[in-house]
C-alpha cells in the first residue's frame, strides 16, 4: 500500500505562472515532509521541506504548504522557469525512533513551456 | 565538499549472477541509506546503516541481497543470484547527526539491468 502518493505523473505549465504540485499522505505518523527535485541520470536533490507543526514554508520561489487534516501538502514555485522541468518526489519521514528513512511518492514529472 | 558518490554508474548483467554495488557517502555522515526505484514507481527504501551498524533492514527484499558498511565508512550492496526484478535504479543517501530530522543527500544512483 502506498503510503505518499502524487496523483499527478505529469504538469505542464508556461514560463512565469505558477506550478502547483500535490501529494497526499495516509500515515499520520508522518511528522516531517520533504520534496526532492531529480533530473534524468541524477540523483534526487533535496529541494524544500516542512515540518508538522508548520502548515507554511517559504524559500524564495518555492512554497511548500501542508494541511495536517486532509494528510495533503502542495509545493507551489512561482515564478516557474524553464529550469524548474524535472521529476519532483514528494517524500515523508517520522521521526520518532532512530530511523529517519523516507517514504516516497512516485514523482510527478514537471515541465515548464518557455 | 564531495557529494554521495556512488560506482558503477551502470551495471548490465545476466540472471544468476553476482552484482556488487558501491556507496561512498559525504565524509562525516553518520547515516547512510540504500533506496531503490523500478521503472515507473516510486523510490522504496532498502536500509540504514548508522555508522558500521544496520538500524534498520525492513526494506531488503530477500536474502539475496547483502549490505556491508566497513568501517563505518563505505557501503556495498551485493545481489547473489540477481534476478530479473532486480533491475532498477539503485540510490545511497547519507546524512548527519543521529537525532531529529535528517536532509537526505543523493548519490547519482546505479542502474542495474539484469537481462
Known amino acids: 500500500d502506498q503510503q505518499v502518493k502524487q496523483n499527478s505523473p505529469s504538469l505542464s505549465v508556461q514560463e512565469g505562472r505558477i506550478s502547483i504540485l500535490n501529494c497526499d499522505y495516509t500515515?499520520?505518523?508522518?511528522?516531517?515532509f520533504l520534496w526532492y527535485k531529480k533530473y534524468p541520470a541524477e540523483g534526487p536533490t533535496f529541494l524544500i521541506s516542512?515540518?508538522?507543526?508548520?502548515d507554511k514554508n517559504e524559500d524564495g520561489r518555492f512554497t511548500v504548504f501542508l494541511n495536517k487534516s486532509a494528510k495533503h501538502l502542495s509545493l507551489h514555485i512561482v515564478p516557474s522557469q524553464p529550469g524548474d522541468s524535472a521529476v519532483y518526489f514528494c517524500a515523508a519521514q517520522n521521526s520518532g525512533g532512530s530511523n529517519y528513512k523516507l517514504t516516497f511518492g512516485k514523482g510527478t514529472l514537471l515541465t515548464v513551456n518557455p | 565538499e564531495a557529494g554521495v558518490t556512488q560506482f558503477p554508474s551502470h551495471s548490465v548483467i545476466e540472471k544468476g549472477q553476482t552484482v556488487t554495488l558501491r556507496c561512498d557517502p559525504i565524509?562525516?555522515?553518520?547515516?547512510l541509506y540504500w533506496y531503490r526505484r523500478v521503472m515507473g514507481k516510486e523510490i522504496k527504501f532498502l536500509l540504514h546503516?548508522?555508522?558500521?551498524?544496520?538500524?534498520?533492514e525492513s526494506g531488503m527484499p530477500n536474502n539475496r541481497f547483502l549490505a556491508e558498511r566497513t568501517g563505518g565508512t563505505y557501503s556495498t550492496l551485493k545481489v547473489q543470484p540477481a534476478e530479473l526484478e532486480d533491475s532498477g535504479v539503485y540510490f545511497c543517501a547519507s546524512s548527519p547527526g543521529t537525532g531529529g530530522y535528517n536532509e537526505q543527500f543523493f548519490g547519482p544512483g546505479t542502474r542495474l539491468t539484469v537481462l
Open positions: 565524509s562525516g555522515h553518520d547515516n
Open positions: 500515515n499520520s505518523m508522518f511528522d516531517y
Open positions: 516542512i515540518s508538522s507543526i508548520k
Open positions: 546503516f548508522v555508522k558500521e551498524s544496520k538500524q534498520d
